[in-house]
């Protein structure tokens, strides 16, 4: 009994291939060279956009917004770069959702945030650069992958600047300090290198002491604090007690200054009073004798309760004496 194989190729004697229409193939096949032709040779450039065409790989022109036309079949290719619009690139975080309640990434980025600052003290910066594009073609041609080498530059610069000022520094007074520095230095490298980038601002977002030095580091502000209130009280008593122990001091040295003055001018006035009164006793000797003794009699008798004068030659004098009266007779 014979047995057939699946396959006879007996029944191929028979078989004949199906017709081909070339006619279709070569339509059809025109139709997609065509259609490959249209969209491979005009593309748009947004308003926001700068087009730069490159061909076989070597820059030719930067095209402007709006409809334009290249070369199909991959001969020229566009590269749309954003040069209107503000990009910004995030150091030790990252923005989950942005809006008006803005949600940030769990995930810590402390290779990025981690830095030394001059003091020898830890601390977690975390800071965002917002940057234009002010030259496409060095943007794109004059440094491989510009963007991740902008990244680089920022974290070298981030941390040789904040490596140059202490913690206290960092954390409070000086954030704007090291914002505006970190900006211009930037500034300076991308210019250096032809990077073809603008920096527009640079934000310190958060900066903290790591979590692990957190507790010690918050005893440390604190002794600090309490060290500023006990200074702060220590000369809010020194401008209360001491102004006015000066202005004392001050009121008795002037008192005494001016002590001094009136006495040296009573001094001055009796010593010319004298002079003057020795001139006049000069001129008439027994005149002003007698005269001084008079007005100083009269300064002594003003002085004396009861007075009785009387000539040593007198006799008999009792009856003058009035002992029942308020007083004795004068003569």
Known sequence: MDQKTPFDFKDFKNFKPPRVNLRAIGAAALIIIAAIFVFSTWFTVEPEEVGVVVRFGRYERAVNPGLNFKLPFGIEQVYKVPVERQLKLEFGFRTAVAGVRTQYSGTRYEEESLMLTGDLNAAEVQWIVQFRVNDPYKFLFRVRNAEQTFRDINEAVMREVVGDRTVDEVLTVGRQEVAGTVALKLQELCDQYELGIKVDQVVLQDVNPPESVKPAFNEVNEAQQEREKLINQAKSEYNRVIPKAKGDAQKTIEEAKGYALERVNNARGEAAKFNAVFREYSKARE????????????????????KLITDEDATGILPLFQFDGGGAKNE
């Open 287 to 306: 005149v002003t004798r007698q005269r001084i003794y008079l007005e100083t009699m009269e300064d002594i008798m003003q002085k004396v309760g009861r």
